[in-house]
Each structure stands twice: as structure tokens, then as C-alpha cells.
């Protein structure tokens, strides 16, 4: 399938939007209740995550025609091993505050469904133009997730932001606790698909 055949736009939106990994899929939920409860520990775990999503992306499809079929699985795991060490060594070296705190959580990468789907459904059978699309869709789909339920649970469960306090008002501090996260984690979900179905909704209602 050629990048012609392929609107590049909707496919970029369909990452944020239609089947955003948090919000819609319900995949890797793990970091999205463990790391969310300091922003910028939310913003750079979406981060790391965009970078992995996007280079597997790009490596699969530059690959694909030489991968044996019957190994496939373990080549694109070996592809993932290797983009989340990359991004181990640049966040030790460059953000080592952030890495003592989310390092662990990094290297579960490995095992996120989400990024192993992509690579068999959508890169290894597609060019690099549109795999490099997606995969920057699904990864600031889980970025756009992380950093929205991050700000909400240090806002409301901490009263600050980036460490920075911005609130006085006495925090829900249940908020900062694994229980809040799943919490937290639920309101927004029920909340993103509530203003999606709205907006799909009323794209239908215009297009009559």
C-alpha cells in the first residue's frame, strides 16, 4: 500500500483521536497510573513513548521486504529492545532526575501492545511516508493522554504543576495515590469519549 492510497491526515488523527491508546484502546495503562502524578514525569514518559512508536515505525517499513515472515515477531521485539535502549541512555544522560523516577517504567516499553500492533498491522505492510505518519499519530496520542491526566491529578492532587505550586486551596491529595490514579485515569477516559461521541455526532448531523 502506497502513501497515495493513504490520507496521511485522518491517519494522523486516528493516533489522537479514534483510537488513542489510553483514552479509546485501553493499552498500557500501566505508566498511565504509575508516572501521571507529576506532570513533567508524565510529559517526558509520553515522550519516550513517541520516540520509540515513531523510529519502530520507520525501521519496520524500511525493513519489511527482508523480514522472514516466520520471525517476524521476534525481529520487530529486537527492533523495540533496541529504540527503548536508545531512549534509556539519552534520558540517563540527559534528564537523569526524570529517569531514577520512570527508568522502570521505560523499559516495560518493550511490552507495550500498542507498539508491537502498529509495527505488524500497519508498518510492515505499509511505506515509510505513511508508517512514520502513524506512528507519530498513535505516539502523541499516548503523549496528548499522559499529559492530560498528569496535569489533572498534580493540579487538583498537589496544587502545583511542573513542581511549581499554583493552587492554595487544600489539595485532594487521594489524587497522587495509585487509587487516585485509577480515578483519575476513569473521569478523563469517560470524558474524552463523551466530547468525541458529541463531535462525531454533530459531524454527522452536518453532513445531512
Keep these: 500500500m502506497s502513501s497515495s492510497n493513504i490520507n496521511l491526515k485522518e491517519l494522523f488523527l486516528n493516533g489522537i483521536v479514534k483510537e488513542n491508546t489510553i483514552f479509546k484502546l485501553a493499552l498500557s495503562l500501566c505508566p498511565s497510573i504509575a508516572v501521571t502524578n507529576n506532570l513533567k514525569n508524565g510529559v517526558f514518559m509520553g515522550a519516550a513513548v513517541l520516540f520509540v512508536q515513531l523510529m519502530v515505525n520507520i525501521t519496520i517499513s524500511l525493513i519489511r521486504n527482508i523480514i522472514q515472515p ?22 540517563a544522560a540527559f534528564v537523569p532526575d526524570v529517569y531514577s523516577k520512570v527508568g522502570l517504567y521505560i523499559a ?16 510492515s505492510k505499509n511505506s515509510i511516508v505513511p508508517s512514520m505518519v502513524d506512528g507519530l499519530g498513535m505516539g ?34 487521594i489524587l497522587i495515590l495509585p487509587a487516585g490514579g485509577f480515578f483519575a485515569v476513569g473521569i478523563l477516559m469517560a470524558l474524552f469519549n463523551w466530547i468525541n461521541a458529541r463531535y462525531a455526532a454533530k459531524a454527522a448531523a452536518g453532513s445531512h
Design 70 to 91: 516466520k520471525v517476524r515477531l521476534p525481529i520487530f521485539m529486537l527492533v523495540i529492545s533496541g529504540w527503548v535502549t536508545v531512549t534509556q541512555l539519552l534520558m
Design 108 to 123: 516495560l516499553i518493550v511490552a507495550f501492545a500498542s507498539i508491537l500492533a502498529r509495527a505488524e498491522m500497519f508498518a
Design 140 to 173: 502523541i496520542g499516548f503523549l496528548f493522554a499522559l499529559t492530560v491526566i498528569s496535569f489533572f491529578r498534580e493540579l487538583v492532587g498537589k496544587g502545583s504543576l511542573w513542581g511549581y505550586a499554583i493552587i492554595n486551596t487544600k489539595p485532594l491529595l
